[in-house]
């Protein structure tokens, strides 16, 4: 449903090769949404997205944000942004793709992406949606991974405005609250 309101939704590699997500708007779920197609950012600055995925399969607008050196071939319908150096730089991204006038852009995940958009405080606004399910396991995926925090000044202070039941869970959201 979030997805019927972004301009774009952007996840990792990671993410692309575990899940081999679609990142369509499911309208056979939710039929009332708006018709809406947000764009597909795939974060992958050595092109490790498989060929047969299927956000490369032509159906939704496509970007694949890549480094100046990745030599990897991508379908014509792709459009294709390079970072200048070896690795995609998530802030330069985003002021790319508010140029192309994206303004709504949903960072989907996955962990190490998230624990980028966090530490570089590259975002406005925070949901997570709790399930009523436990996992448990010290391989159990989290919410952010990435560098280990390195003190006070590593924690990210957040500022919560909503809860929301839903499904027998809860969503959440928060805004980033004032550095400490
Ligand atoms: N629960 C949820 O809603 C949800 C949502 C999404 C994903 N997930 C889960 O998350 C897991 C995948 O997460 P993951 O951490 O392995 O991978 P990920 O965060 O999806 O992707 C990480 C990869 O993205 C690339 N990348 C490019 N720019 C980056 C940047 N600025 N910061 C961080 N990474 C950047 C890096 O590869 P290169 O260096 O090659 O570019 C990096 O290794 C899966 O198990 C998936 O199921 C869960």
């Known amino acids: 449903m979030m997805r019927t309101t ?5 996840v990792g590699v990671g993410t692309v090769i575990a899940d081999d ?3 369509r708007v499911h309208r056979e779920m939710i039929p009332e949404s708006p018709v809406r197609n947000p764009w597909r950012v795939i974060l992958d ?8 995925a299927k956000v490369l399969d032509g159906s939704q607008p496509t970007i694949i ?7 990897r071939a991508w379908p014509e319908h792709v459009q294709v942004l390079r970072a200048m150096g070896e690795h995609v730089d998530l802030r330069h991204l985003l002021t790319q793709l508010y140029d192309l006038g994206m303004r709504t852009v949903m960072i989907e995940g996955g962990s190490k992406v998230l624990a980028s958009v966090v530490r570089e405080r590259l975002f406005d606004r925070l949901t997570v949606f709790i399930a009523p399910v436990l996992v448990g396991g ?4 989290s ?5 280990e925090c390195e003190g006070p000044d590593g924690v990210v202070a957040l500022v919560r405005t909503g809860v929301q039941p839903v499904d027998g869970g ?4 928060f805004i980033p609250g004032r550095h400490a």
């Open 6 to 10: 972004a301009d774009a939704v952007v």
């Open 143 to 147: 919410l952010m991974s990435g560098p």
């Open 45 to 52: 600055s050595k092109g490790r997205t498989p060929a047969a």
């Open 170 to 173: 809860v969503l959440l959201t």
């Open 21 to 23: 997500p679609s990142l």
């Open 65 to 71: 944000a890549t480094s100046a050196g990745s030599t």
């Open 138 to 141: 010290t391989t159990a995926p």
